[in-house]
C-alpha cells in the first residue's frame, strides 16, 4: 500500500513506495536548507503516523546531527534513534532525548519540541518528555 503522511509544521514527509519506506526531514543550517533522506521500516512508519508527539521528538532529535556534515548519523545511528523514540517506553526516552538535549544539543531539541507541540520547555529540559 502507497501512502504518505506529510506533516507540513514539521517539514517532515514519511513515505510508503513498494515495500520501501523513508522519512525525509528538512534540516537547515546557517543560510543553507536541505533534505535528509532516511530508510525506516514499516514499524516506524506505522508509529510515525499513530503518534504525532514522537514524531516530533524524533524529527527534533534528527534535525543537529544533520546540520554538520562532519555530525551527520550513519546508518547505525539513525537506526537507534529510530528504535529509541518510536520504540522504546518513555522512560527510555525520557533519559535518551534528556542526554541528547543537555549534551552538544544544548537545548536545541527540546527548544523544537516545545515549538512544534507548545509544551512546557521546563519540563522537557528537566527530563519530563511525556507529561
Same mark, same amino acid.
Given at each position: 500500500?502507497?501512502?504518505? @503522511?506529510?506533516? =507540513?509544521?514539521?517539514?517532515?514527509? /514519511?513515505? %510508503?513506495?513498494? !515495500? ?9 543550517? !546557517? +543560510?543553507?536548507? +536541505?533534505?535528509? *533522506? @532516511? #530508510?525506516?521500516? %514499516?514499524?516506524?512508519?506505522?508509529? @510515525?503516523? *499513530?503518534?504525532? =508527539?514522537?514524531? @516530533?521528538?524524533? *524529527? /527534533? ?10 555530525? %551527520?548519523?550513519?546508518?547505525? &545511528?539513525?537506526? =537507534? ?7 522504546? &517506553? ?10 541528547? &538535549?543537555?549534551?552538544? %544539543? ?11 507541540? #507548545? ?7 528537566? !527530563? &519530563?518528555? +511525556? =507529561?
Amino acid at each position: 500500500m502507497d501512502k504518505k @503522511i506529510i506533516f =507540513y509544521d514539521l517539514r517532515m514527509l /514519511a513515505i %510508503a513506495e513498494k !515495500g520501501i519506506y523513508i522519512l525525509e526531514i528538512s534540516v537547515e543550517s !546557517g +543560510f543553507a536548507e +536541505f533534505n535528509v *533522506n @532516511i #530508510n525506516i521500516n %514499516a514499524q516506524d512508519f506505522e508509529a @510515525i503516523e *499513530n503518534d504525532k =508527539y514522537r514524531a @516530533i521528538l524524533l *524529527n /527534533a532529535a534528527l534535525h543537529r546531527p544533520f546540520q554538520l556534515k562532519e555530525t %551527520a548519523l550513519q546508518e547505525t &545511528d539513525q537506526r =537507534y534513534y529510530l528504535d529509541k523514540i518510536l520504540h522504546a &517506553d518513555e522512560s527510555e526516552v525520557n533519559v535518551f532525548l534528556t542526554k541528547l &538535549d543537555h549534551g552538544q %544539543a544544548n537545548g536545541a531539541i527540546s527548544n523544537m519540541v516545545c515549538k512544534a507541540s #507548545n509544551r512546557d520547555s521546563k519540563k522537557l529540559r528537566s !527530563g &519530563d518528555w +511525556f =507529561y
